[in-house]
Nanobody
Framework: QVHLVESGGGLVPAGGSLRLTCVAS????????MGWYREAPGEQRELVAT???????NYADSVKGRFTASRDISKNTLYLQMNSLKPEDTAVYYC??????????????WGQGTQVTVSS
């Protein structure tokens, strides 16, 4: 079974920065995509950024220009650099990985999440 472990969350003032890290239990070459999602209290989980195995990184409109997702393949690690943080960025952030199981289907894996809190 694939395991994903997030870290790097914390409490920061508005305008500050954090870098989130997601370490996978196996080579990230095995995934067709990896990404970051977030879930605020009372809200549905939403996309933050995704990195296809071979393609352009996609970002939610709300974080474009502020967040940068990247991968270090040699370390089986995914990062999310978050700059110019806003109170509305407060949420639990989850790492995601997807593996293709058929031409039209796949399986998704999730980490346990890391809390990001941005004060006013």
């Amino acid at each position: 079974q694939v395991h994903l472990v997030e870290s790097g969350g914390g409490l920061v003032p508005a305008g500050g920065s954090l870098r989130l890290t997601c370490v996978a239990s196996e080579t990230i070459f095995s995934f067709r995509s990896m990404g970051w999602y977030r879930e605020a209290p009372g809200e549905q989980r939403e996309l933050v950024a995704t990195i296809p195995a071979d393609g352009l990184t996609n970002y939610a409109d709300s974080v474009k220009g502020r967040f940068t997702a990247s991968r270090d393949i040699s370390k089986n690690t995914l990062y999310l650099q978050m700059n110019s943080l806003k109170p509305e960025d407060t949420a639990v952030y989850y790492c995601n990985a997807e593996r293709e199981t058929s031409p039209v289907a796949g399986i998704a894996y999730w980490g346990q999440g890391t809390q990001v809190t941005v004060s006013s």
